[in-house]
């Protein structure tokens, strides 16, 4: 692994989004990706801690302590459809695509950009 600072690097964090790939990816490959996986992720995972803090949060921010599942991923799609920037969305989704990413579901991040 190459050093700096006397430091091995472990990963190199970017930005996908007008970074690494055009804009486009981003709306035409990630969020559908995404969009349709993610009321499956959110049943099968509700019990993960991390997802069960992002559930939690999500009924914070609907003011829905009582939510169940299927209400959580109703306003999960309402939240994309409407763009909005939700902190629960984002963790909800990043967690899938980071899985994505991992297991090469989705495997077109670089390209030789000119």
């Known amino acids: 692994m190459p050093l700096i600072g006397g430091s091995m690097i472990r ?43 992002a559930l939690t949060a999500l ?3 609907i003011a829905q302590s009582d939510a169940d599942h299927e209400q959580l991923i109703a306003a999960l799609y309402r939240f994309m459809d409407e763009d ?10 990043g967690d899938d695509l980071a ?3 991992t297991t090469t579901v989705i495997f077109v991040v670089f390209s030789t950009r000119k």
């Open 99 to 101: 899985r994505g990413l």
């Open 11 to 53: 990963a190199i964090v970017t930005d996908i989004e007008g970074t690494t790939r055009d804009i486009r990816f981003v709306h035409q490959v990630l969020f559908p990706y995404a969009r349709e996986r993610l009321a499956a992720f959110v049943r099968a995972q509700a019990a993960d801690a991390e997802v069960a803090e």
């Open 59 to 61: 009924r914070a921010e």
């Open 84 to 93: 909005r920037k939700s902190t629960a969305l984002k963790a909800l989704t």
